[in-house]
């Protein structure tokens, strides 16, 4: 009886794609169809470009003994998110671009994104009282640095508007960026606008990168890339609070260092593999797991309270390894590897501390669909020894924390169908299955149908 629902997800999935599969086209089959709504001319100095992404999810009812304020509430609900951004950009020379970016993230997650290390919406903004108000999201120079005479072609993107690049360089970038925009990128896990949604299928769940609130944070980039590898740091500003809005502009008090290594190749002749070798260390004002159980023990507080301490500054460190694979022309693997210390609180992004994903994307150009996509993914998120008894004795991180815990593996499946409809418009059918919802054996498990509408404008 407990797995049940599992059955019902892969049920409805395959019908869905099946569905799709057989609809008529919504265009005729081309190898040039349109992917934006409006053309984007490689040949200006300027860059204007656009996207919408509106996310509805729902679940049923599902079994939970009892429920506490950071719990996934247990009844059935609904929410729906709204993403939408203005990219603009302005070459300044062929070497340095200008980047600023506006967005709006208005409505909000299931439970208002609570109860979950692997939520089901990456859109979702952790703070739903921050409203609609359209905010900077990004705003950064970006120079180039050649370092060799030979050029290869590039994507022009709303991150480098440069079409030429020189094979062998140094990319230098400044301000305000997301730090999944350039760290732990992966084409088949990674995108929440046409393929997966969860949290921690579309980033390592362990790496807990700087950011505030929103995903964003201010500091600088340096980017050496070779045709066959690269190497990138970034030194970035900490929130002040755990999943806070404001950032610490003392340095001394908080920052954080990150690095990657990346290496580009074929394992099989004319199928490209990639392969990303990442570390982070945080510094800010967190709290520390056996300290905050230690004070509770003895009285200090009336549950386990991780934010209990003097300003201090702990440092949080972990790694990550992150791998595609090309396995014919329309199918593309890709997994994540993902651990930190997990001693000192979960700050920035979620409440994972060991973390592993793979799945599969097909290419719908397999059946006639060349913007069509289909995705299957898994993920599993552990905790370390003591932030499980943290949890256990009734402690509450900034998402997680059901009044107590009976520890088990957060493991997540998720697929999806992405319907290219016409030029820049996209829907997406998809569906999410989480047992141990919170890492709780008591609750769930839990299926999240979903439905996407994705505008490139």
Request: charged share 20%.
């Amino acid at each position: 009886m407990r797995y049940r629902p599992l059955w019902l997800v892969l049920v409805l999935f395959l019908a869905c794609v099946a569905v799709c599969a057989q609809a008529p086209d919504a265009e005729p089959p081309s190898d040039d169809a349109p992917s934006t709504v409006f053309p984007h001319p490689n040949d200006t100095r300027w860059y204007i470009a656009g996207q919408i992404n509106v996310i509805f999810q729902a679940h049923p009812r599902f079994h939970a003994p009892y429920t506490d304020t950071n719990s996934l509430k247990p009844w059935g609900q609904s929410a729906t998110s709204r993403v939408a951004t203005l990219y603009t950009g302005l070459q300044l020379t062929r070497t340095t671009d200008f980047l600023f970016d506006m967005e709006s993230a208005s409505g909000r997650g299931l439970s208002d994104a609570l109860g979950l290390a692997g939520f089901t919406n990456l859109d979702v903004v952790r703070n739903p009282q921050l409203g609609g108000t359209p905010y900077l999201a990004r705003v950064m120079l970006h120079q180039i640095i050649p370092l060799s005479r030979e050029k290869v072609e590039s994507e022009r993107t709303p991150f480098s508007l440069a079409t030429e690049v020189p094979a062998r360089r140094l990319e230098l970038r400044a301000g305000k960026f997301g730090m999944a925009d350039f760290f732990d990128l992966n084409s088949v896990g990674g995108d929440s606008h046409t393929q997966f949604l969860n949290w921690t299928i579309d980033n390592n769940g362990a790496y807990d990168y700087a950011a505030d609130t929103r995903g964003y944070t201010w500091g600088g980039i340096a980017d050496f890339e070779d045709r066959h590898w690269g190497v990138r740091f970034a030194e970035a500003a900490m929130p002040t609070v755990a999943n806070g809005i404001k950032f610490q502009t003392d340095l001394s008090l908080a920052h954080a260092e990150n690095v990657e290594f990346e290496f580009r190749g074929h394992l099989r002749p004319e199928r490209a593999t990639v392969v990303r070798l990442l570390g982070y260390v945080n510094h800010a004002n967190m709290g520390v797991y056996s300290e905050a159980i230690h004070n509770f023990l003895d009285g200090g507080t009336p549950r386990p309270e991780i934010t209990a301490h003097p300003l201090q500054v702990k440092m949080k460190y972990g790694a990550g390894l992150n791998a595609e694979q090309q396995l014919t022309a329309h199918l593309r693997a890709y997994g994540r590897l993902g651990w930190n210390d997990g001693h000192t609180e979960s700050y920035v992004y979620t409440e994972v501390d060991r973390h592993g994903e793979g799945g599969l994307l097909v290419a719908g150009e397999l059946w006639r669909r060349k913007l069509d996509k289909v995705g299957f993914a898994f993920a599993i998120n552990g905790l370390s020894p003591d932030h499980r008894e943290y949890l256990a004795l009734g402690g509450q991180g900034f998402l997680l924390g059901d009044g107590k815990l009976n520890y088990g593996r957060e493991s997540i499946l998720e697929s999806f169908y992405t319907l290219h409809l016409w030029r820049g418009v996209y829907t997406s059918f998809d569906l999410q299955y989480v047992a141990n919802p919170g890492y709780n054996r008591d609750r769930g498990p839990v299926v999240v149908p979903g439905l996407r509408l994705h505008i490139d404008l």
